[in-house]
């Protein structure tokens, strides 16, 4: 299970295949596993074995495509064409879901073309490419802290281009995800009677994701944990800051509550 539609980011990257549309003529047909052996080493001139390639992408066989694709940089290695057809190899690999080989194609032209006017496009599928294998908070997230890498690379080197007005909405999502994720371990340490294990995983919400949605409820859970270790005036703290920054929000009711039952002598205000 993902944490996103795919649809905005192909969206962003239609741009970029209009520009790459150099040859869009010759045979449309849609090829399968048969195709792919019987025409990917056939040697051809390379206009001819661009066209093919695009054609098969039109036609919806991404897969063959990026064999194709692969065939331009091969057979014609020193041809401008070889230049476009990385990077539209890289993209066939991302429409086929073959995410590996789409930022290995994509890391390939960045070490060839560091400076090339399509460098922004690569760093941007990399990061897409990361981005669409996150999986669910109950998994292991360590794609997810690459895909935040990534992106926050689109949005360092290429601030002003629409990549890292597209990179930025996900950070934020990237970066709430994380934060349930820290929230899940804290919440199971917190059950399990583990309480400084628990505070720690909170406290990382609080102090490295405070902008998501998850640090109204970091902050009660904090307030919880320092009660239960016998540490009144940090819960009293933590509810404090609960109350000043989400005074309305149904976690600060239950800090309130919570300070009344354990802590009558401390206020939440």
């Given at each position: 299970m993902?944490m996103?539609?795919?649809?905005?980011?192909k969206?962003?990257?239609a741009?970029?295949?209009?520009?790459a549309?150099?040859?869009?003529?010759?045979?449309a047909g849609?090829g399968?596993g048969?195709d792919?052996?019987?025409?990917a080493?056939v040697?051809?001139d390379?206009?001819?074995?661009?066209r093919?390639?695009?054609?098969?992408?039109?036609a919806?066989n991404?897969t063959?495509?990026?064999?194709?694709?692969?065939e331009?940089e091969r057979?014609?290695?020193?041809?401008?064409w070889a230049?476009?057809?990385?990077?539209?190899s890289?993209?066939?690999y991302?429409v086929?879901?073959?995410?590996n080989p789409?930022?290995?194609s994509a890391?390939?032209?960045?070490?060839?073309h560091?400076?090339?006017k399509?460098?922004?496009?690569?760093?941007?599928?990399?990061?897409?490419?990361?981005?669409e294998q996150?999986?669910d908070?109950?998994?292991?997230?360590?794609?997810?802290?690459q895909?935040l890498?990534?992106l926050?690379?689109?949005?360092r080197r290429f601030?002003?281009?629409?990549?890292?007005?597209?990179?930025?909405?996900?950070?934020?999502l990237?970066q709430?995800?994380?934060a349930?994720k820290?929230?899940?371990i804290g919440?199971?340490?917190?059950r399990?009677g583990q309480w400084?294990?628990?505070q720690?995983r909170?406290?990382n919400?609080?102090?490295n994701?405070?902008?998501?949605s998850?640090t109204?409820?970091?902050?009660?859970?904090?307030?919880?944990?320092?009660?239960?270790?016998?540490?009144?005036?940090?819960?009293q703290?933590?509810?404090a800051?609960l109350?000043?920054?989400?005074?309305?929000?149904e976690?600060y009711e239950?800090?309130?509550?919570?300070m009344?039952r354990h802590a009558p002598?401390?206020?939440?205000?």
């Open positions: 993902t996103h539609s795919r649809s905005p980011s969206l962003v990257l741009g970029f295949v209009a520009g549309s150099v040859l869009t003529a010759g045979c849609r399968g048969d792919l052996k019987n025409t080493y040697a051809r390379v206009e001819t074995l661009y093919e390639a695009k054609s098969r992408l039109d919806g991404a063959l495509a990026a064999a194709l694709f692969d331009v057979q014609h290695p020193y041809s401008p230049r476009r057809a990385q990077l539209m890289a993209f066939s991302y086929a879901q073959e995410y789409a930022i290995q890391q390939r032209f960045l070490s060839i560091p400076g090339n399509d460098a922004p496009y690569a760093y941007y599928l990399i990061a897409l490419s990361y981005y996150i999986s908070v109950q998994r292991d997230q360590k794609i997810t802290e895909a890498t990534a926050q690379e689109v949005n601030p002003t281009t629409q990549y890292a007005a597209d990179a930025r909405l996900k950070i934020d990237v709430d995800h994380l349930g820290e929230m899940e919440r199971h340490y917190e399990s400084i294990a628990a720690i909170f406290q919400v609080v102090d994701f405070q902008t998501t998850h109204p409820e970091a902050l009660y859970r904090l307030t919880e944990t320092s009660l239960a270790l016998g540490i009144p005036t940090e819960a703290k933590y509810a800051v109350g000043a920054n989400y005074p309305g929000n976690w239950k800090a309130f509550a919570l009344q002598g401390a206020t939440a205000s």
